[in-house]
């Protein structure tokens, strides 16, 4: 569960970002999108900690 959780996270994180940058272009959309697969690596990680 602990590798599982964070690669879930980062999948989940990178669409959402992808998804709120891409009407603004694809740069937007590629910064957001790694912005949004680190926050979810990390959230995904304290879950997987605290279910443990």
Sequence with gaps: M???FPLGGA???GYVGWF???RFGFGVA????SIGSLVGV???WKLALRLK
């Design 20 to 22: 709120l940058g891409d």
């Design 42 to 44: 990390y959230l995904g």
């Design 11 to 13: 999948m989940l994180g």
């Design 30 to 33: 590629f910064v957001l999108s």
């Design 2 to 4: 602990l590798k599982l």
